[in-house]
């Protein structure tokens, strides 16, 4: 299972960027996915997940701002960011596993739900 994000850039803060997350040798079917961000430091933050009902649940930082969507004929996961902010800034991560769905979860997203890694792509907003 390879999971490669791709999408990450400078941009200014208030600015949009798109994420995407290819699998190869997977299919995100019955996987729930999700994107988590990590600067130096500090530890993984799981910022949003989707269920594999569709259903999506986000980080209260991000609420508002960013989307997950997956396009599962594709095997891509996307995560489109808006209104950026410099504390945005940080590797960014998409992550495959077996997790509880939405509606019975309470809570952070966590990492140890989650069984295979990307590589990270970086995003920098600059104020």
């Known amino acids: 299972v390879q999971l490669m994000e791709s999408g990450g850039d400078s941009v200014q803060s208030g600015g949009s960027l798109r994420l995407s997350c290819h699998a190869s040798?997977?299919?995100?079917?019955?996987?729930?996915m999700a994107w988590f961000r990590q600067t130096p430091g500090k530890e993984r933050e799981g910022v949003a997940l989707?269920?594999?009902?569709?259903?999506?649940d986000y980080a209260d930082s991000v609420k508002g701002r960013f989307t997950i969507s997956q396009d599962n004929a594709k095997n891509l996961l996307y995560l489109q960011m808006s209104s950026l902010k410099p504390e945005d800034t940080a590797m960014y991560y998409c992550?495959?596993?077996?997790?509880?769905?939405?509606?019975?979860?309470?809570?952070?997203?966590?990492?140890?739900?989650?069984?295979?890694w990307g590589q990270g792509t970086r995003v920098t907003v600059s104020s």
């Open positions: 992550a495959a596993g077996r997790c509880l769905p939405v509606h019975e979860r309470g809570g952070s997203i966590s990492p140890a739900e989650f069984d295979y």
């Open positions: 040798e997977f299919t995100y079917m019955g996987y729930c």
């Open positions: 989707i269920d594999t009902d569709g259903i999506s």
